[in-house]
């Protein structure tokens, strides 16, 4: 069975800041995707970034980029530029590459607030 | 926009009830998904279905069922509600060809 672990539970930044959030996984899978969801305070959750382990290049949308070491089974979020507005709880999440209903499995999750 | 909408977003239910929470989504997805989350723990699946009538237990089922009678509706049922049910309860959906999947609010449900 795969395993996601985030072992920091909280971190707080301030403003324009960068900040890490540290993932590592554990399966015995070739082909997955990982991915960072973000839930508000407002709770819905939403996709920040996501990863195919076949891809060497590491996935990058806009302030967010992960670092993807497959050896290590590690994938970190980067927020570059922190705001206000990313303060949230962050889920790394895998999903074992299959035909049929993708199932999510998530870490503990990361809360992370932004000061001004 | 994807919209995955869950009938409740808080409710309060007295041990021993049966309990329904709704969960609809609005774009023709094969797939659905409930998922209990809990501090310290993250999310954990309770139950997922990938067609009408069908579904699949997930890593948490004991104490729960689900109902899939319609493609855009996805319930689950607490058959006898028990204090340890007190949770956040979300619900997904997403195509069976993106790996994206969709969340609702999620319901907060406190069982007394």
């Known amino acids: 069975a795969q395993t996601v672990t985030q072992s920091q539970p909280e971190m707080s930044v301030q403003e324009a800041e960068t900040v890490t959030l540290s993932c590592t996984y554990d399966?015995?899978?070739?082909?997955?995707?990982l991915f960072w969801y973000k839930q508000p305070p407002s709770r819905q959750m939403i996709l920040v970034i996501r990863q195919e382990a076949y891809k060497q290049q590491n996935a990058t949308e806009n302030r967010f980029s992960v670092n993807f070491q497959k050896a290590a089974k590690s994938f970190s979020l980067k927020i570059s530029d922190s705001q206000l507005g990313d303060t949230a709880m962050y889920f790394c999440?895998?999903?074992?590459?299959?035909?049929?209903?993708?199932?999510?499995?998530f870490g503990q999750g990361t809360r992370l607030t932004i000061n001004p | 926009d994807v919209k995955v909408t869950q009938s409740s977003r808080y409710l309060v239910k007295r041990t021993g009830e049966k309990v329904f929470l709704e969960c609809v989504q609005d774009m023709d997805h094969e797939n659905m998904f409930w998922y209990r989350q809990d501090p310290g723990l993250g999310l954990r699946l309770i139950y997922f279905s990938y067609d009408v009538k069908m579904k699949e237990k997930g890593d948490i089922p004991e104490g729960y069922s689900v109902s899939r009678e319609k493609k855009e509706r996805f319930s689950l049922i607490l058959e006898s509600a028990s204090t340890n049910q007190t949770s956040m309860y979300l619900c997904a959906s997403s195509f069976t060809r993106n790996t994206e999947a969709f969340f609702g609010q999620g319901t907060r449900l406190t069982v007394v």
């Open positions: 399966t015995s899978e070739n082909n997955y995707y």
């Open positions: 999440a895998f999903m074992k590459h299959s035909r049929g209903a993708q199932k999510l499995v």
